[in-house]
């Protein structure tokens, strides 16, 4: 079976503009004292490392917000730092994540030099219309411009679309993905437009502001998606994530294998198995909160919960049918201590199976691309 890794989750909660798809813990402030936030992160960091030993980290991801904002100077302390506390990889996976305005790009050397070694930009569109839609700060042409900088500066990167987009079609989607493929490197991040509460656009979406593809375009529009990927030897490894074989994200996979990563900054997750027991960790949501935790001398975690066997059984589960490899028979074992036919719903395998959504030999439990398509609804069947 394949290892899980390590990862550790860095997140700069701070934004120029809060795009309004965006339901992550982002927030815009006019001045940003960074001397405090790296003092800060770098305790996180060290409290951490007092709870887990000298684990071997296989990823570092700086997420957001936008990570491309703060300094070159602070993603190299905390790679130093991770690098004091714990055993970093040589081969480490080290991304940042960026968006394509000029004077962001900018600062790819400088975090090159820092030790990032992987770049993943919020492209989302690669049409001006759409892109102004979507709140987003730059042009199609800024896009283009940022990820020829990334490619020139970082041996891999990749970049996010978003799809089923207002008036969106088929043969436009279609030739989009064509101009993608000419731009991309080895990793291709896609994911469909959803409406999610507490958005600027569920509120513009209830007042009918505009209207999404229907289910059943959207469906074509992921189907398009997953076979012109397939067909240029970009698969999709999860739902919404293709690469070139041996270019997926490590990062990433260490979250849908069900392994440990630590996670630091306002809002940041983090699952660690601690004395053998898997814990679920959650830091302070808001940045002022969580910033006055942290130099008070205490630390800025909200919430260390041990997950019983039924919880780390979804979560496994919710997490692991997203990859197309699936769930090795020997995480069930690992985890739960039993296998994955002692725990599934018999009756809902049964008919997953038969309904071609699933598949479980000697080996793994799949879900198949029908299945991944609608994976809510076969959670729903396997958790009975």
Sequence with gaps: MTDAGFGIYVHWPFCLKKCPYCDFNSHVRVEIDEARWRRALLAELDHYAGLTGRRRVTSIFFGGGTPSLMAPATAGAVIERIARNWDLDADAEITLEANPTSVEAERFAGFRSAGVNRASLGIQALDDRDLRFLGRAHSAGEARAAIALAARHFARWSFDLIYARPNQTLEGWAAELDQALDLAGDHLSVYQLT????????????????????????????????????????????????????????????????????????????????????????????????????????????????????ARFEEMLMMGLRLAEGIPRRRFMDELGR?????????????????????????????TPAGRQRLNAVLGLLLG
């Design 195 to 310: 409406i999610e509460p507490g958005t600027a656009f569920h509120t513009a979406h209830a007042r009918g502001d505009f209207i999404l593809p229907d289910d059943d375009l959207a469906g074509a529009l992921f189907e398009l998606t997953q076979d012109r990927l397939a067909q240029a030897d970009m698969p999709a490894y999860e739902i919404s994530n293709h690469a070139r074989p041996g270019q997926a994200s490590r990062h990433n996979l260490t979250y849908w294998r069900y392994g440990d990563y630590v996670g630091v900054g306002p809002g940041a997750h983090g699952r660690l198995t601690l004395d053998g027991i898997k814990h679920a960790t959650r830091q302070k949501k808001a940045p002022e909160s969580w910033l006055d935790a942290v130099e008070s001398g205490s630390h800025g975690t909200e919430e260390t919960l041990p997950l019983d066997p039924e």
């Design 339 to 367: 296998p994955p036919e002692a725990v599934l719903d018999a009756e809902g395998l049964a008919r997953l199976i038969e309904g071609g959504f699933v598949t479980l030999d000697q080996e793994r439990l799949m879900a």
